[in-house]
């Protein structure tokens, strides 16, 4: 395992929340010294933050990084704006989120008055397959072969009879541009999701749109236009404007 591979088990490890050594082994699955030495080392440079208790967290440089993250991100930067117009109007929550190694990762969040509390927060990771934003990148992995290893993995721990069901409900997203989480991520939410990019474009379909409310009071099918005409004004306020220079 590489000095890289460890370093990110360490700092993966940590997302979570403060640790102490001996969590860290056990999470990690690290040698004690191992991990000790990169837990020193990371906290020397300022990476991690040690406390008295000798727990381990991260440290400034971590918090500088992912502000820079966020603020050199040109699709957030153009996005945020239009979601918040969208939840005032909606009054649902409407999240935006790409997939990674089989995770919906959330990037940005808007809150609606009428969605309440709902369990999704930035930075969170949930299986792709469970999640309608998640569903909707890999509806059009077989276009976009950047995501194909994602789809890879998830169909490589499921059985055969699971991964022809997966299949068929992906041909539907395609067919209706849009895919639906019924409670099946969190219980009693549902959401409704839609590429950002057209799946055709050889930057599209790299980030997606959700909306989430209540089960009860979100209309699956009534929301998947207003959510298309979100997603299609992202993409020409910031992804077809900047790719025309390109």
């Known amino acids: 395992m590489s000095v890289v591979d460890r370093i990110s088990l360490v700092l993966e490890a940590l997302s979570t929340g403060p640790m102490t050594l001996a969590k860290v082994t056990a999470r990690t699955g690290l040698p004690r010294s191992s991990a000790h030495r990169l837990l020193e080392q990371l906290a020397n440079a300022g990476w991690l933050a040690r406390s008295p208790e000798q727990t381990y ?48 990762v959330y990037l940005a969040k808007v809150n609606g008055r009428t969605s309440g509390s709902t ?48 299949e068929d409900e992906l ?26 990019g057209p799946p055709d474009h050889m930057y599209g379909n790299l980030a997606g749109l959700s909306v989430c409310a209540p089960i009860s009071v979100l209309d699956h099918h009534k929301m998947i236009g207003p959510l298309r005409v979100l997603a299609g004004d992202i993409w020409q306020h910031c992804v077809a404007s900047d790719l025309s220079t390109h």
Not at 70 to 86: C, D, G, I, K, V
Not at 175 to 181: E, M, P, S, V
């Open 57 to 104: 967290e991260f440290g400034v440089k971590a918090y500088e990084l992912g502000q820079a993250a966020l603020n050199q991100n040109r699709l957030l930067h153009h996005a945020r704006p239009l979601m918040h117009a969208f939840a005032h109007r909606s009054g649902f929550t409407v999240q935006l989120g790409v997939v990674d190694r089989g995770d919906t």
């Open 119 to 166: 369990p999704t927060a930035v930075g969170q990771r949930v299986p792709a397959h469970s999640t309608a934003l998640g569903k909707v990148i890999m509806a059009y992995s077989a276009v976009s072969s950047q995501h194909r290893p994602d789809r890879d993995r998830i169909a490589s721990g499921t059985t055969p009879s699971a991964r022809s069901r997966f």
């Open 171 to 196: 041909a539907q997203v395609r067919d209706r541009g849009a895919a639906f989480d019924r409670a099946e991520a969190f219980p009693g939410i549902a959401c409704v999701g839609v590429s950002i």
